[in-house]
């Protein structure tokens, strides 16, 4: 591996305006890291990337780099492009393991981090560094959020995520309270009582969005993120139709083939997927039947009603008169993205959120309660692991601020 490694990170053309890095949403210096690791230095190489973003050997599976960073690289235009993808989870975790440094000297302060997603777990290791006394509240039983739960291990090992349990939250002594959900026995009042001085929402979106359609509620039904969680739980049968074809819906298909379902049919309204080529392409070969252009209509017990669509200039869809279409299934799952859950808001005086039930939050994560500050997923919607960390970077400046008792400099 280390020779293909080598082989790949020679290509880089070490731009002097990165195209590659304008492409990365949280901006990893790449063509720096690159050269580091070339020049005999893959411990500062590591250092580098961890600095910029605590969570880069997760991003390094995760990320859609077809279309950011491995995306953007000037040698793509006309070949392929240097697959950096592969170069940081080498670095990252071949460094990250050799990871010793203990936690910052306290600065006597405590922050309550509530949800360990990507957001959560960005912004604690953020504040850790800083010397903060950090407490990370976790309503599972283990680390993660959407990474252990809602990525199949085929595409994120939870390995990965044990060695970022150690290497980052035990060694700087961040402690974990699992199987604790905030707004039920605590609150976070309860929090503010015990002399937290900031505490930071990252709950993610946990509520499945619905159809809201004739057989929804029928006991061959499914969500996709309920399955993510636990599919050994599930009994589908020979036959899954899956009503989505984004990035969930590819992981339900893949997991579903994995576990031992024949046939896997998956439907678009439109007449393309909107999961990025990469997972698209994997599904396909894995066996999964892609269905364009159907939109669903009713769900039965022996599978889901289908009406052909039109698309029109504007991006709207309609239906085609007298095409409803039975495809057969033993089993349906509908993956058509999450809300949150508002118990949260709903204990907590001052605290808002909007029409989606989305967490009211400025760009820097300030919420409509002072001393509260939320980011990721629970304010904006499902989005990408990246683009939650490069968020929880500045929520996390925003925070020390507030804590340090200064103003905010605007960036």
Not at 127 to 150: H, N
Not at 253 to 278: E, I, L, P, Q
Not at 283 to 303: C, F, R, S, T, W
Not at 382 to 389: D, L, M, P, S, Y
Request: hydrophobic share 35%.
């Amino acid at each position: 591996m280390a020779v293909h490694i080598l082989e790949e990170a020679q290509r880089c053309l070490n731009c002097k305006v990165p195209q590659c890095q304008k492409g990365c949403p949280i901006h990893t210096p790449i063509p720096k890291v690159i050269r580091l690791m070339l020049d005999g230095k893959l411990d500062d190489a590591g250092r580098m990337l961890f600095e910029n973003n605590p969570l880069t050997t997760v991003c390094s599976l995760v990320c859609n780099h077809e279309n950011q960073c491995e995306g953007h690289c000037v040698l793509g235009r006309k070949g392929a492009p240097v697959h950096f993808s592969s170069i940081e989870n080498y670095i990252s975790s071949t460094y990250s393991n050799k990871m010793t440094k203990g936690p910052a000297p306290s600065n006597g302060m405590r922050v309550a981090i509530i949800g360990s997603g990507p957001a959560g777990l960005t912004i604690a290791v953020l504040l850790a560094r800083k010397g903060y006394q950090v407490t990370i509240f976790e309503s599972k039983d283990k680390i993660g959020g959407v990474l252990r739960y809602g990525i199949p291990d085929f595409r994120l090992p939870k390995s990965v995520l044990d060695d970022f349990e150690y290497h980052h939250l035990v060694l700087k002594n961040i402690r974990v309270r699992p199987n604790t959900t905030i707004g039920t026995a605590i609150t976070i009042d309860d929090l503010f009582r015990d002399g937290y001085k900031s505490i930071f929402v990252g709950t993610g979106v946990w509520q499945p969005n619905a159809l809201h359609m004739k057989g929804e509620t029928l006991g061959n039904v499914h969500f996709a993120i309920n399955y993510l969680t636990n599919p050994d739980s599930y009994r589908l049968g020979e036959t899954l139709n899956v009503i989505g074809a984004g990035n969930a819906a590819m992981d339900v298909c893949r997991t579903a083939v994995r576990k031992g379902v024949r046939h896997v049919h998956c439907f678009s309204r439109t007449s393309k997927a909107a999961a990025s080529k990469h997972e698209l392409d994997y599904a396909m070969l894995e066996g999964v039947e892609m269905h364009y252009n159907k939109q669903p209509v009713e769900i039965v017990d022996e599978g889901v009603y289908f009406e052909d669509t039109v698309e029109h200039e504007d991006g709207t869809c309609e239906t085609v008169p007298d095409s409803r279409t039975l495809y057969p299934a033993d089993s349906t799952i509908i993956a058509i993205s999450q809300g949150p859950r508002n118990r949260l808001v709903s204990t907590t005086r001052g605290l808002e959120a909007n029409e989606r039930g989305l967490l009211v939050a400025d760009a820097c994560g300030r919420t409509t309660r002072p001393g509260i500050f939320a980011s990721g997923d629970v304010t904006r919607g499902a989005r990408t692991v990246v683009e939650a960390g490069e968020h929880s970077k500045h929520v996390a400046e925003a925070m020390d601020a507030y804590m340090q008792g200064r103003e905010l400099e605007e960036t």
